[in-house]
């Protein structure tokens, strides 16, 4: 697609609890307020085609000094017993592909995110860069939570 690029990163959590419970929480968005440190609003919505859930989704963003929010809406495709893919799409032409893979592991449960972002090209570097950070800070809190349940 002309004028818009795409990157993606990934993180990895590892928690004392049963895989159940990782999933439970991984897949409601609506309690990603508790967790992910942009999100300030969460409000389910009739399920969109294709979808499981859908939601609209609020987030409190800065440039430099300037605070901002934007609501975008954030879908459930798909969840099983070992993963669930999510995708949110924000004005202008900005998508967040979140694929979350939970597992058995040694000392409970091993969590792999794979994240894929696509923006226009002016705004991608901004996107990229604040939504990485916003999902490694993501990353510990899951854990943060996670360990308290097992």
């Not at 897949?27 to 009739?46: C, K, M, W």
């Not at 809406?73 to 893919?85: C, G, M, N, P, Q």
Request: aromatic share 6%; net charge neutral.
């Amino acid at each position: 697609m002309p004028g818009v690029r795409t990157g993606s990163w990934s993180y990895d959590v590892e928690a004392p609890c049963a895989p159940g419970e990782a999933l439970a929480l991984l897949s409601d968005i609506t309690r990603q307020g508790e967790l992910h440190p942009l999100i300030i609003h969460v409000e389910e919505l009739p399920a969109r085609d294709g979808a499981v859930r859908s939601f609209a989704v609020t987030d409190q963003l800065k440039l430099g000094p300037i605070p901002f929010r934007i609501t975008y809406s954030a879908d459930t495709l798909s969840i099983t017993d070992s993963e669930v893919v999510t995708v949110a799409r924000q004005k202008p032409r900005t998508t967040i592909r979140n694929r979350t893979t939970v597992s058995a592991a040694a000392d409970g449960t091993h969590v792999h995110v794979d994240v894929q972002l696509t923006a226009p090209t002016l705004l991608f570097p901004y996107a990229f860069r604040e939504g990485r950070k916003a999902h490694l800070a993501l990353a510990d809190r899951i854990r943060q939570v996670l360990s308290t349940q097992g």
